[in-house]
C-alpha cells in the first residue's frame, strides 16, 4: 500500500498586485499526483521557484492544497483529520532548505533536540537522554555528550545540518521530507552528510523525497540508496517522471535535456555551454515550458500535455504524443 | 589597485570564549578583476565581507589590518564618508541566510529605500531602472515588485538581492553566496550577468561562495579558506588542475560526476576544536611533525600557499 498519495494537488497563490497591477491566481503547484511507499526514495528536481518547496510543505502538511487531496495510510489529512492529522504530523517530518535560519539561536542542542521529542511523548528523564544520545549517535555528532550544551553557532554547517536531521529524526517518523539538505555545505562536507543521511534511511526503511536542484548530488544519494524515482518540476508541474539513472541516459522532456546539459562537471569547466533561453513569465495555457522550448509547436500554446509513458518513464510533451487523451 | 586588505584578524567573543573568525588575511583586488573567495562553512568568508563594509557588530571585533579603498582606509575614514561609498561604490549582496530584505516592506519599496538615501528620487526613472535590473535577473517585474520576501522561493530573494546591488552602478560588488541557492540554469543566467557587468562596465567583483565549480566558472583568481585562515591563492585555472593545498585538494576530489560510475566516497570530518597547528591538521592525509606549528605562506609554482609541505628546502 502507498504510505502517501498526492491526488491532483494544486496550490494557488493571488498575487496582490499593488496599484496598477491586477490580481492574479498564481499556481505554485498545478495537478500533482505522487505515489510515496514505505522505504521509496522520490528525487524532486527542479530550478528555482519551481515549486519544489512548495510541494514538500504540502507533504509535511504545512501548506494546505487549494484543490486535491493528501492522503496519508489511506486518510485525507485534511478532510478526515480526526483520524489521521496527529499521527500524520509526527510521522511525516521536514528537514528545512535553510539550516541557519532555522535553527534557534539562544538554544542548545539537547534543548533543540528535547522540544519535539516532549511535544509527542511521555518520557522519564533516563529515556530522554537516552534518546538524545542515541539521535546523535546516529547522525554521527559523536561523541554525543560534547554536543548536547553546544549552541547551533558553536557548529560547523554540516554538523549544524546533521543537528537538523537529528531533529527531524527524533519523533520516529515515517516519512521525511528533506529539502536542499546539502545545498549550502561546501564539497567536502556534503558526500558524508549524504552518506549519513542515506545509510539512516537504508538502516529506519524511511520513505524519503529529497528535493534539491543539483543532479550530481541526486545522483550520489540515489547510488547510495540503490534506487530512486524522480520527478522533474517545471512551472509548478511534473514534466517528467521515472527512475534517474534512466531519466539521466534518456531524457525525454526538452527541460530535462537543458537542465543536464547546463550542469557543470570538473571535466566540462571550460567547455562552450550550449546557448539556453531563461523565461520566467509563466503561461496559462499549453505547456508550461512552451516560451523557451526550442521545439516548440502550435498545439504546446494551447493545451497542456499529459503526462504519458510507461509507470518507469513518463513525460508531458507533445514530441512524444500526448494530445489524444 | 581597487582594494588592498592586509593583515586583516576578526574575532567574536562570548563570555570567555573567543572565535577566531579570520586571521591576518591579506589580498589584493585589481580594477576589473573577479576574486573567488572560497571556504567550507564556518571558515570566515562572511565575517572578511562584513569587516570589509564595516559591518562587523558585536560580540565581533576587528582586532588588526587595514582595508584600503582608492587608496584610503575604509575602516579609518569617519562613518560619514563611508556611507556615501556604501551602495553607491561598494555595494554587498549579503548571504540569504541572513534575511536581509527588509520582512514588512514589498520588493520593490527596499529599491526605493536604498535610492532615496542616495539622493536617487525620480520616481519614474527608477521605476524603469528597477524593472530593467528584475528582467536582468530572470524575475517578472510586474509580479516580483509587489511582493513581499515571504512570498518568494529561496533563490528568487537571492536575485533580487543581485538587481539591489547593482542599481546605482557601483564599481565593487561583494556577493556572499549569491547563486548557492539556485539551480544550474538560473546560476548560468547569473554568471553570465556578472561576467557581462564585469567585462562591460569593468565592475569588479568578490565573489563568495563554497562551490568550487561554480566560482570557478567566473573568478579570474581564487582565494581558499579554511577555519579563517588563507590556505591558497592563484589562478583559477591553476587551482583547479593542480590544487595544492591538501585542502583544496579534498574540496575537488569530493565533487561527484555527472556521467560514468560513481563510487562510494568516504570524506574525513574535523572532530575536534582548532586549537593550534595547521588549522587543516586533522583531516589531512599529508600531516607531518611539523604540521603541529601554523605553517606559514610560502610562494610557490605562482601561488601562495599555507602548507608545510611547501616549504623550500634549504632555507
Ligand atoms: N506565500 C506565498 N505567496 C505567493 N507566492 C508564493 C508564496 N509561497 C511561494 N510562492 C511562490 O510559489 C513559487 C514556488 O516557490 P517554492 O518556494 O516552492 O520554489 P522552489 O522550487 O522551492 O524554489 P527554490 O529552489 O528557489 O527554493 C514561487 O514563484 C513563489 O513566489
Ligand atoms: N555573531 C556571531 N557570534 C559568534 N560567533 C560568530 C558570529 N558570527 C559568526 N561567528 C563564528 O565565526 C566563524 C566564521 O563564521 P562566518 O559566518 O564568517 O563563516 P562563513 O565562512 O561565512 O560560513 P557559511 O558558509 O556558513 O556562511 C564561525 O565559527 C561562526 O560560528
Ligand atoms: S510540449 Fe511543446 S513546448 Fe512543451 S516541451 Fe514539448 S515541444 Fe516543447
Ligand atoms: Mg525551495
Ligand atoms: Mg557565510
Known sequence: MNLMELRGVSVIFEDRGGGFFKRRRFYALKNVSLNIGEDDLILVLGESGAGKTTLGRVIVGLQKPTNGSVIYKGYDVWKQKRKIYATYRREVQLVPQDPYSTLPYNKTVKEILEAPLKRWNKLSKQELEKRLVELLDMVRLSPPEDFLDKYPHQLSGGQRQRLNIARSLSVDPKLVVADEPVTMVDASLRLGLLNTLAEIKNKLHLSMVFITHDIPTARYFYHLVKRGNTIVIFGGKVVEEGDLEELLSNPYHPYTKDLINITPSIDNLYKEKPEVKINYERVDFGCPYQLRCPYVMDICKKEEPQLIGTNSHRVACYLYGGQNR | ?315
Not at chain 2, 573567543?18 to 588575511?25: E, H, L, P, S, T
Not at chain 2, 535610492?115 to 530593467?132: I, M, P, Q, W
Not at chain 2, 530573494?157 to 556572499?176: F, G, H, K, N, T
Not at chain 2, 560510475?261 to 570530518?269: A, S, T
Open chain 2, 1 to 315: 589597485m581597487l582594494l588592498e586588505v592586509s593583515d586583516l584578524s576578526v574575532i567574536y567573543s562570548a563570555g570567555n570564549k573567543v572565535v577566531r573568525a579570520v586571521n591576518n588575511v591579506s589580498f589584493d583586488l585589481e580594477k576589473g578583476e573577479v576574486l573567488g573567495i572560497i571556504g567550507e562553512s564556518g571558515s570566515g568568508k562572511s565575517t572578511l565581507a562584513n569587516a570589509i563594509i564595516r559591518a562587523i557588530k558585536p560580540p565581533g571585533k576587528i582586532v588588526s589590518g587595514r582595508v584600503i579603498y582608492k587608496g584610503k582606509d575604509l575602516l579609518e575614514m569617519p562613518y560619514d564618508e563611508f556611507r556615501k561609498i556604501m551602495w553607491k561604490e561598494i555595494s554587498y549582496v549579503p548571504q540569504a541566510s541572513q534575511n536581509a530584505l527588509n520582512p514588512v516592506i514589498t520588493v520593490y519599496d527596499s529599491f526605493k529605500y536604498v535610492a532615496d538615501s542616495h539622493g536617487f528620487n525620480d520616481e519614474k526613472a527608477l521605476r524603469e531602472k528597477v524593472s530593467e535590473l528584475m528582467k536582468l535577473v530572470g524575475l517578472d517585474p510586474k509580479r516580483v515588485l509587489n511582493m513581499y520576501p515571504f512570498q518568494l522561493s529561496g533563490g528568487m530573494r537571492q536575485r533580487v538581492m543581485i538587481a539591489l546591488s547593482m542599481l546605482l552602478d557601483p564599481e565593487l560588488i561583494i556577493m556572499d553566496e549569491p547563486t548557492s541557492a539556485l539551480d544550474m540554469l538560473n546560476q548560468e543566467l547569473i554568471l553570465k550577468l556578472i561576467k557581462s557587468i564585469n567585462k562591460e562596465m569593468q565592475i569588479s567583483i568578490i565573489y563568495i561562495t563554497h562551490d568550487i565549480l561554480n566560482v570557478a566558472q567566473i573568478a579570474d583568481r581564487l582565494f581558499v579558506m579554511y577555519k579563517g585562515y588563507m590556505m591558497e591563492d592563484g589562478k583559477t585555472e591553476d587551482i583547479i588542475k593542480d590544487p595544492l593545498n591538501p585542502y583544496t585538494q579534498l574540496l575537488i576530489s569530493s565533487i561527484p560526476p555527472l556521467k560514468g560510475e560513481i563510487k562510494n566516497i568516504n570524506v574525513k570530518e574535523d572532530t575536534s576544536y582548532y586549537v593550534s597547528g595547521c588549522p587543516f591538521l586533522s583531516r589531512c592525509d599529508h600531516a607531518f611533525e611539523r604540521c603541529k606549528e601554523l605553517p606559514s605562506v610560502f610562494l610557490y609554482k605562482n601561488r601562495k600557499v599555507r602548507c608545510w609541505l611547501y616549504e623550500p628546502h634549504g632555507a
